[in-house]
């Protein structure tokens, strides 16, 4: 029995209430609303301009809702600022991989690692004991991440210099670095031949299974999200068009419409 079938009936970790959105008048979200709980992937699909980016990004803080409430744990996420959604235990990945492109591989999921702990300038300028041993802490979590996700080879070289699909992983494993509760992964298949992809879905399944973390996966590449998904909400102008297993969305006819149209269209 897989951890999200073990999760049915509990709490659930994730809540979106009647989410909406509007932009200028525009609705970019209207009243979304799905449950996410511990140990399930959970695939966010929908045709382009469904609003799957604007959940997602109400989901990392970028984003305040119009109306409707966000919970983690039964607490609302609504009053934290961006830079204070790690602490509570939400990673993200980017569409457009958001990398510090001057900084080595090590550096930048160094930095993923950094978001948990309490050090401040004085303490660093001081070197005191405690930040020492932090460091120390630090160092030995990004070896284990970069050993995990095959990157040791090239921890020490410029992200820029690197190809799409490496930096890719190096964002995972900033994301990582953080151990969140709740990785939300925006489009990771982009840019991937199907092999990579193939890898990619192995790779996403052993983090929820080996890291013990809850997936939410916003992706184009139905073959990825059908194949490794335990739940899937599917969107469709800001709606929520259809909700449920993988081969229940998928035999969805509002869900076929979305993404083939009708022949009356």
């Known amino acids: 029995m897989t951890?999200?079938?073990?999760?049915?009936?509990?709490?659930?970790?994730?809540a979106v209430r009647d989410v909406s959105v509007v932009f200028g008048g525009i609705v970019a979200l209207n009243g979304v609303s799905f449950d996410m709980h511990k140990g399930q992937i959970l695939g966010l699909i929908g045709p382009n301009g469904a609003g799957k980016t604007t959940l997602f990004n109400c989901l990392s803080r970028l984003y305040?809702?119009?109306s409707g409430d966000i919970l983690m744990e039964g607490a609302s996420i609504l009053s934290r600022p961006p830079h204070r959604?790690?602490?509570?235990?939400?990673?993200?990945?980017?569409?457009?991989v958001a990398l510090f492109p001057n900084l080595s591989v090590m550096d930048n999921v160094r930095v993923g690692a950094h978001s948990k702990t309490s050090s401040d300038i004085i303490s660093d300028s001081l070197r005191l004991?405690?930040?020492?041993?932090?460091?120390?802490?630090?160092?030995?979590k990004v070896h284990e991440i970069l050993a995990y996700l095959k990157?040791?080879?090239?921890?020490?070289?410029?992200v820029s210099g690197l190809p799409f699909g490496t930096q890719k992983r190096v964002e995972l494993a900033r994301a990582l670095a953080a151990d969140p509760k709740i990785l939300l992964l925006d489009e990771p298949a982009g840019g991937l031949n199907h092999e990579e992809v193939y890898v990619l879905g192995d790779l996403i399944r052993r983090i929820r299974d080996e890291r013990h973390m809850t997936v939410l996966l916003v992706e184009h590449h139905m073959g990825l999200v059908m194949s490794i998904a335990d739940h899937v909400v599917a969107l469709?102008?800001?709606?929520?068009?259809?909700?449920?297993?993988?081969?229940?969305?998928?035999?969805?006819?509002?869900?076929?419409?979305?993404?083939?149209?009708?022949?009356?269209q």
């Open 151 to 158: 990157l040791e080879d090239v921890a020490h070289t410029v």
């Open 129 to 140: 004991a405690w930040v020492r041993r932090s460091e120390t802490s630090v160092n030995k």
């Open 85 to 96: 959604i790690a602490e509570i235990g939400i990673g993200r990945t980017f569409q457009n």
């Open 64 to 66: 305040q809702p119009s």
């Open 3 to 14: 951890q999200a079938q073990l999760a049915q009936g509990t709490s659930p970790l994730l």
């Open 236 to 264: 469709n102008f800001g709606k929520k068009l259809a909700e449920g297993t993988p081969a229940q969305v998928q035999a969805d006819p509002d869900v076929i419409k979305a993404y083939l149209g009708s022949k009356d």
